[in-house]
Every structure is written in C-alpha cells, then in structure tokens.
C-alpha cells in the first residue's frame, strides 16, 4: 500500500505511541502465558477457540486464520496443546476432513485465569490505546 501523502510529525508519533503500547501488551501477555506454564501460541490457541465466532466452528482453518499460521503449523500446535490436555479434536460431521477443536475443562480453567489478568492490564492500559487510535483516526485527509 503506497500513498503520495506525507505524514506529519504528530501523526509519527502517535503510530509510535500506538505501536510501543501494543508492543507492551504483547510482552505482558507473553509473560503471563509463560508464568501460567505455558507458551504465549498455546495461550493464543485456546482464546481463538474460545473466541470463536458463534456461528463457526474451530476448525483447523480457522484457527489457521485467526492465529495467521498455515494450517499445518496450526494443526501441530493443536497436538501439542492437545497433549497437555487443554483441548481435545474431533472430526467434523459434514465433512471429515475436518478437525474440530474444542477446549477441555483445564483448557478453559487455564484461560479463564490468563483473561483475567489480560483484562486488568488492559483496563490499566486502555485510556492510552484508545487515545492514541483516536488521533490516528482522526487525522487529517
């Protein structure tokens, strides 16, 4: 994506305010997952299943997506996460080609906690997220 319009210096600075808060959050949750025994993709798997939206399913493809992963590399993190019990797989239905991934009682234990302290830090963080999309937003045309 190319664009001939300069950017002006509050512009710069407020990508970066927005790309340093993002960044801190990442790190924070990273350390979380790490703290709670697990790997921040193991803990990025579980919110996209729970996640998922109401009228799909978590299929490997969509899970895939969701994390930005190739299928094949989603398909082999669901088998480690599925080896520590925090989710189980099971064929689709309609198409058995599928893998359906869902949370066990420990899957959903462990995120409970992680989203938990997830929606503290970003409570505490919020004001300047929301502030800094807003300038971003609102620049000028």
């Known amino acids: 994506m190319t664009s001939t319009r300069d950017l002006n210096r ?3 600075r407020a990508l970066a305010e927005l790309r340093y808060r993002i960044r801190r959050f990442l790190r924070f949750s990273e350390a979380a997952a790490r703290d709670a025994g697990l790997e921040p993709q193991h803990h990025q798997l579980l919110l996209a299943v729970k996640g998922m939206p109401d009228d799909r399913r978590a299929s490997i493809g969509d899970l895939a997506e969701r994390l930005q992963l190739k299928p094949n590399s989603t398909d082999e993190l669901v088998r480690r996460v599925e080896g520590r019990g ?3 797989t099971e064929r689709g239905a309609e198409d058995r080609r599928q893998i359906i991934v869902s ?3 420990d899957g959903e234990e462990a995120l409970r906690e992680l989203s938990v302290a997830h929606l503290e830090e970003l409570r505490g963080e919020a004001r300047a997220l929301a502030e800094g999309l807003d300038r971003l ?5």
């Open 10 to 12: 509050s512009e710069y």
């Open 103 to 105: 949370l066990t009682a």
């Open 137 to 141: 937003i609102r620049r000028r045309a």
């Open 86 to 88: 925090l989710v189980t």
